[in-house]
């Protein structure tokens, strides 16, 4: 159950990502993708250090991972917007 909580947070940060219109990019293939892999990460990393676990549900976990997974779509966001202001520059 908690990695189930883990993915959701996970597809619950692609989907708020993608209300934000700022650099948002028609193909949300790699976002939801990227997500999703962070939220996984960062849930074993939270099962790590002893908050949460695969099996157990726990708010701070899933607040890691999606939190994480927020940050990482932003990241992703920002290097694809230099990226293509360079190519204009």
Do not use: H, K, N, Y
Not at 9 to 23: D, K, M, N, T
Not at 34 to 48: E, M, P, Q, R, S
Not at 57 to 75: K, N, P, Q, Y
Request: hydrophobic share 60%; with cysteine.
């Amino acid at each position: 159950m908690g990695i189930t909580l883990w993915l959701a947070s996970g597809v619950f940060a692609f989907l708020l990502a993608r209300i934000v219109p700022l650099a948002r990019r028609p193909r949300w293939l790699p976002e939801l993708a990227l997500g999703i892999l962070v939220a996984f990460l960062l849930g074993v990393l939270a099962t790590a250090l002893d908050f949460g676990g695969w099996a157990e549900l726990d708010w701070r976990a899933a607040a890691f991972s999606g939190c994480g997974s927020f940050a990482a779509i932003g990241m992703l966001r920002a290097v694809q917007s230099a990226q293509s202001f360079r190519r204009i520059v």
